[in-house]
């Protein structure tokens, strides 16, 4: 019988349901872990002919959705698998863990070449809402049926889906590739069947809609909804499909020849794609606040953690950063008391917070205010969500509550740099561990 193993990452939660749905289709499943040692030393790979990656919050989203558990050494494993012909299905999180290890789109060197990020929801031409957000959707059938693993049906699919960050954001030269090689597999439509537009048929505002993508041999999958969630729903043909690719297509994967013949197919592999750097000059600004929280930090220990397995050498702090402009005007002194009085940038129950303005770094707190301080910031990078709305709905909420002082505020995730050696720094920001370039950018500033 034909056997997957369902794989589960710290804070993973869609295990149960995603082995019900092979069983309930005819096949078998087991959940296995993702430092199961069998799966690291290969000897388990036998006993499974493909592997789904579950949905949940893989490491609670530390940060990013999917980043760290791409970190890990079964990852290293699924490449292999995957370029080996096993099928390999990524759902919600599993999607972006496949994106953010190049198993999807799939190029030859598995590099970083699109992003899944926060959702927009958008109607008239006007954002709605943003973040998290479920529904049942539908999907459109859009590539060539059978074009892979995941698509031998007609149906309109209707099934559910619940995610914050399942933005697919793909750039204009890379979807008339994805489009040519018929790798976009579905896509978000309407009750009519008609490929969505806007909101609630297209919930989270992909790139072209899209809703899930294949790799160019057709064998692995990354999407969004859950066809697992639904037992008595028309997810099931998903299953179905991925059963009979592997029924007609076993005895080929096992033989080494179709598997290097494979390259040449009209969906060849698309060969070695280089993900550019996207590092910027920090923005002049009137203040800087740094936010740290009092007890650890659990981003910060899981980020470095992961970092230091790929043989990294360094120490990281890890600050919320804010760069405020103010109005024209404004006095900066009142309007640092204005702003931490509102509670938006920190909670000094939890938050240790520093503020620097042009001359001089600073302590604050509510009691006392600013208090000189020498804060040993000085070989940092900055994380930026390209459409920054965390500081677009800062900026709106302090300025409802303290008399419109601000003018912009650029937010992000500051990363400060220490222990390190050499070209430490430079081969992080290569990594893209701290940031996906497709949806974010770096400032990196160094004494």
């Not at 599993?94 to 958008?122: H, R, S």
């Not at 505002?205 to 028309?234: F, Q, W, Y």
């Not at 804010?322 to 129950?349: C, H, P, Q, R």
Request: charged share 30%; aromatic share 8%; glycine share 8%.
């Amino acid at each position: 019988m034909i056997k997957f193993a369902v794989i589960s990452f710290p804070g993973t939660n869609c295990e149960a349901e995603s082995v019900r749905a092979f069983k309930r289709n005819g096949m078998d499943a087991e959940m296995v872990l993702w430092n199961d040692p069998g799966m690291l030393d290969g000897s388990r790979l036998n006993e499974f002919d493909g592997y789904l990656i579950a949905g949940g919050f893989s490491y609670e989203d530390r940060g990013r959705s999917g980043i760290v558990a791409a970190q890990d050494p079964i990852t290293e494993v699924l490449k292999k698998e995957a370029d080996s012909g096993k099928v390999i299905i990524g759902i919600c999180n599993g999607a972006q863990i496949l994106v953010e290890t190049g198993l999807i789109p799939g190029f030859d060197n598995k590099e970083l070449a699109i992003a899944l990020t926060w959702n927009e929801m958008k109607k008239g031409g006007e954002l709605i809402d943003t973040g998290f957000y479920n529904i049942w959707s539908r999907l459109k059938n859009v590539a060539p049926k059978s074009r892979c693993a995941f698509n031998d049906f007609d149906e309109l699919l209707h099934i559910p889906m619940a995610h914050g960050e399942g933005r697919f954001v793909v750039d204009d030269e890379m979807i008339k590739t994805l489009e040519e090689n018929n790798q976009i597999v579905f896509k978000y439509a309407d009750k009519s069947g008609e490929v969505a537009s806007e909101f609630p048929d297209l919930p989270n505002g992909a790139t072209a809609s899209i809703a899930a993508l294949c790799n160019p041999a057709g064998n692995v999958l990354a999407i969004m909804p859950h066809p697992e969630r639904d037992p008595k729903g028309n997810g099931n043909v998903i299953f179905q499909s991925i059963k009979r690719w592997i029924e007609s297509e076993k005895s080929k994967i096992e033989n080494l020849a179709y598997r290097q013949a494979g390259r040449k197919s009209n969906y060849s592999s698309l060969g070695d794609y280089e993900c550019k750097d996207d590092v910027r000059d920090k923005k002049p600004v009137d203040i800087e606040i740094f936010v740290k929280l009092i007890i650890t930090d659990n981003a910060e220990r899981t980020i470095e953690e992961a970092l230091i397995r790929k043989d990294f050498r360094l120490h990281l702090d890890r600050y919320e950063y804010f760069g405020i402009t103010l109005n024209e005007g404004a006095d900066i002194n009142e309007s640092i008391t204005k702003i931490m009085a509102t509670g938006e940038l920190a909670n000094f129950n939890k938050h240790l917070v520093y503020i620097k303005t042009e001359k001089e770094m600073f302590s604050y707190d509510l009691a006392n205010g600013l208090q000189s301080k020498d804060l040993n910031i000085d070989n940092f990078v900055i994380a930026s969500d390209e459409k920054d709305y965390v500081g677009r709905s800062k900026k709106a909420s302090i300025n409802l509550h303290s008399g419109d002082v601000i003018d912009k505020i650029y937010s992000g995730v500051l990363w400060n740099f220490s222990e390190t050696v050499g070209d430490t720094v430079d081969r992080v920001i290569k990594s893209k561990v701290l940031y996906n370039p497709h949806s974010m950018y770096l400032v990196r500033t160094k004494k």
